[in-house]
């Protein structure tokens, strides 16, 4: 026990410094490492396998979805990006510029894609002649650079590992409904795969994506109170369509414009994963992307007959298809147990002498700690069940966290007084003006509008900000 | 008919015009465009689902074989890369430079990764310390850029996604191994996945990679008789570690420093596939890859009862696990035909109602064009035979290619006469001077070392340039 309580205590406890606490965990369960090169992770086996989890359920979503992916170059000519006033002008100014090539100076910059719109684009222009082209239903996986001042593992760095779906249509209507489907597709993969609640809807102007008509966020919220901004899917109207000169034939036979959708998540997930479950002594991780479901640890290894049992229960386990690691190496079962739960790895098996005599072993579950001896021979169904279960708990006790930091104002006072005393999202009502907006960020030092949710409610009938006319009900909060 | 044929005519033959048969499959069969970006392509939706397929499967071999995936940053800043003196002359000419980060130009250049040896070093450097913490075995897959003067879709492109192991072990003896291990993998891989045969070994001194000891490589023969570097694996000994001050402590408990090497394969593997495989109707390709391996086609789909029997037997065949298109577009059959031989599906079920009246269907395999009636109750069974039987003659026709364009060049002269007429291989014996192959090369207007094989036959003993004492027996020949 003197080992476990030794590695327990290399992490700063998440009440006494948030943001400390997070980096210890990204570093003593071996998530991400700092490299030599500003603002870019490395991400470690164990991080990278969270990463391939999340890939795989997702690429099924977006495959039954009816999407395909495809790979688009890595570099963007300046020119290129020009092409779209409000796009350009979003993401120019975190560009990382490309100059020269082999020994030469380039006639024209290249840009390391920031996000891939434009060059979506080109190829839609080529590729796209009539009506009976269209949909195209695009995603691609890859990295893409955002020059950052200020980086922090998996929540900001220059350099991200994510997903962009682009997708081009025949009407209007089903690139709005595009829009909305991949905005749920999220919902659910947050809810089903993550375990994470959260707020949605649609930013406001001030917060939509440059170039965007309409963008649509996930926003789940942190333990402390803090939003992240989970994932966002866009509309774009025809307007890269116009700028790129992107036509096709219609049924009608005239020359139209196509519409255009948006959307991607990245490995910013996987700090939400440590935000919204984690706890002090390490990772949390939701079963359906842990990559070690279920450790098995010997107890009294060197006795007769441990390790075979240890490797029998190994073995079935596998065989009903969980993720599962033995660790039969030579260091204590104490230290066993504060790794594996630093690691996040949902389910504990001990099985020692007497737990064999007795056909049964025990149990730990990682997100309550809770512990229980069962019968052997009820091995694969009880860790079936508690494995959904603990997604189940995780769910619930993140949207009680969600709801209990969820407060409503009625008033400026009101807003600034929760801004400043409560973590958490403000429910508010707002006129619609981009100065409010500002104001209240400036006056509570970082609140901003979340989204307005599909449901307003009718907290009042004035802006929280100037009483004049109420337009919508506003989540507010801090973000990451 | 008509249709079909026009379709069929819009490829070069093969024997005609090599190169714009390849750029014409590549177009045709949707696998790749041309980006507005110099030398880069696009990877279109069926390119990339035969990416996907290599990938899972290589993945599953990596795993089988320990290797865990990681992530590693897309820059290496320049004085990074000097670190290796051979390695950065070999890169340095090649490298794409990020010079401006955001709005600034930047202190230090940063390389687009053209491939990450550096960056291994540098992070294994950091959790390197024990002997306990090796060996580590990591993969990574990602997009590499090589600043390239000519380029060709899969072939030879300035960014091109791949896959690079980095390894590193406490023993010269265990870091060997895993150089031929992955070598090993790589060669099951091209049999029993790419239904390729090759010649391998070991590259001379003049061909092997920027600061390897050794280098192995897998060397196929693409149809026209011309090599392709299929895959390589490098033996590095402890030179990385010097250069990156890599060490640990031993069992003695004295400081070492522990022994590497890198591996990999490329989307140049899909250009094989065409090169290897395809022909004048358009792509072949081996079934464990092929997105598509059976395209039902109904005949005179608007008869009663053909659509509704066509889509039973989709689902069937989907239920057995084969990737399944049904095909039921208005276009006429015979179109449908050879869309699906041009998009190189594997197997083609026709159905009409001739067929159903009879319990039968008809089956078309894509390499011999075989067609075939079968009773409808054999329809799972006979196409999981002829999938098998379609990979093995697949792999005997490049082997009988292989076999047949491979020379024997004993004297000098015979090996200019078979260089000048006889695309192929080239056996010949050599002294191991980089003279030789220098002047070999010169003569023949590229004829270059493929490698020296595991088994050595003794053709002579006498090099085929110099005449001097014979060392090795070498695989030689053109490549692309």
Known sequence: MAQQKKLVEAITSRDEDFAKWYTDIVKKAELADYSGIKGCMVIRPHGYAIWENIQKDLDRRFKETGHENVYMPMFIPEGMLQKEKDHVEGFAPECAWVTVGGSEKLNERLCVRPTSETLFCEHYSKIVNSYRDLPKLYNQWCSVVRWEKTTRPFLRTSEFLWQEGHTIHETEKEAREETLRMLQVYIDFYKETLAIPAV???????????????????EPMMHNGVALQGGTSHFFGDGFARSFNITFTGRDNTLQYPFQTSWGVSTR????????????DGLVLPPRVAPIQVAVIPIAQKKEGVLEKASELKNRLIAAGFRVKLDDSDKAPGWKFSQYEMLGVPVRVEIGPKDIENGQCVLVRRDTREKMFISLDKLEDTISELLADIHESMYKAAQKNLEEKTFTARTHEEFLDIAQNKPGFIKAMWCGDTACEDQLKDETGGVKSRCIPFVEEQLSDKCVCCGKPAKHMVFWGRQY
């Not at 406001?204 to 966020?217: H, Q, R, S, V």
């Not at 997930?269 to 002090?280: E, R, T």
């Open 200 to 218: 949605t809807g649609r930013k406001t102007e001030k917060e939509k994506f440059a170039g965007a008509i309409e963008t649509y966020t996930i």
């Open 269 to 280: 997930m996987i700090g939400a994963l440590i935000m919204v479950h984690s706890d002090d």
